[in-house]
Structures are given as C-alpha cells and as structure tokens.
C-alpha cells in the first residue's frame, strides 16, 4: 500500500490528473492553468498498488495446459505425479509467484501503482476565477476553514 498522498486536478472526478504539487496552493495554480481558469476539483489522494496475486490452481492449470505432450496421456498422472497439491502447498506457491512478480516489476522499474484512489483527502471544488471576486473568494475560504468539517457536515 502506498503512503504517499500527492495532489491531483480533474473538472469531471473520473479522470484525475496528477500535478507534482507540494502544496494546495501549487495544486490550485497548476489547475488553473491546466483548466484555463475554468471550475475543477482538486484533491490529496493515494493510488492503488497492483495485485500480483495469482491463483495455485491458475498457476497448475497453466501447467497441466504448456505439458500436455509431455506427460503420459494412458497414465492417471498429471504434472504433480498422482497427487494433488495440499493447502499449505498452494499458499506455497502462491506466494513465491507473487515475490518473483514484484521483484521482476522492482528490477525492471516498472510503476507498481494502480489507477484507483485508495484513500481520498481535502477534497474540494476550484471556482471559475469569474464566479466571485478575489475578496470574496479569500473571506469565504476563511470562515468554511474557521468552521471545520464537522460544523460544516451538521450544517448541510
């Protein structure tokens, strides 16, 4: 699981846009540029990570699938001899698989992130810089920070 959270843009919450801010402020200049000065969301979130996660039985049927020529078709026997694999032996497998998997992404250097928010923070709505005067803006900024999210929550 990743602990970064980072500051993404989006005008529609579908697609959400990564700014490399290090601040709301930074976020905010950079999704008013990005967005001509138009209405957009901006939030603090932290990404997905990838499931390597795969399956004992998907691992043995792909097995049993690449072998077929090579073990004796008039014989009980598959690719695990006359026997089947026991629970223990599985998780077994399936975790040396999936170490195998993150250690080929990590020497390779691919992003082990996914595209799905696990956690979402901060989020908020960027008004058109023509909806409100400056003044205005900096006020009501203000007093929602004043009155906190729970006061704000009990208020709707």
């Known amino acids: 699981m990743s602990l970064i959270f980072e500051w993404y843009v989006s005008q529609c919450e579908e697609r959400w846009l990564a700014?490399?801010?290090?601040?709301?402020?930074?976020?905010?200049?950079?999704?008013?540029?990005?967005?001509?000065?138009e209405r957009f969301s901006i939030c603090r979130a932290r990404r997905s990570r990838l499931n390597f996660r795969i399956r004992a039985w998907e691992i043995i049927e792909q097995l049993v699938g690449i072998n077929e020529e090579n073990v004796d078709p008039e014989s009980?026997?598959?690719?695990?001899?006359?026997q089947d694999a026991t629970a223990d032996q599985e998780s077994d497998l399936e975790?040396?698989?999936?170490?195998?998997?993150?250690?080929?992404?990590e020497r390779n250097k691919f992003s082990?992130?996914?595209?799905?928010f696990e956690e979402i923070r901060d989020q908020e709505t960027i008004l058109d810089e023509r909806?409100?005067?400056?003044?205005?803006?900096?006020?009501?900024?203000?007093?929602?920070?004043?009155?906190?999210?729970?006061?704000?929550?009990?208020?709707?």
């Open 19 to 37: 700014t490399g801010a290090a601040t709301r402020e930074a976020a905010i200049a950079f999704g008013r540029t990005e967005y001509c000065g």
């Open 76 to 82: 009980c026997e598959g690719v695990l001899g006359n």
């Open 95 to 105: 975790k040396c698989v999936e170490a195998a998997i993150r250690l080929w992404f």
């Open 112 to 116: 082990v992130e996914g595209w799905v």
């Open 131 to 156: 909806e409100y005067p400056p003044d205005v803006r900096k006020r009501f900024h203000k007093l929602v920070a004043s009155m906190g999210s729970n006061t704000f929550e009990a208020a709707q």
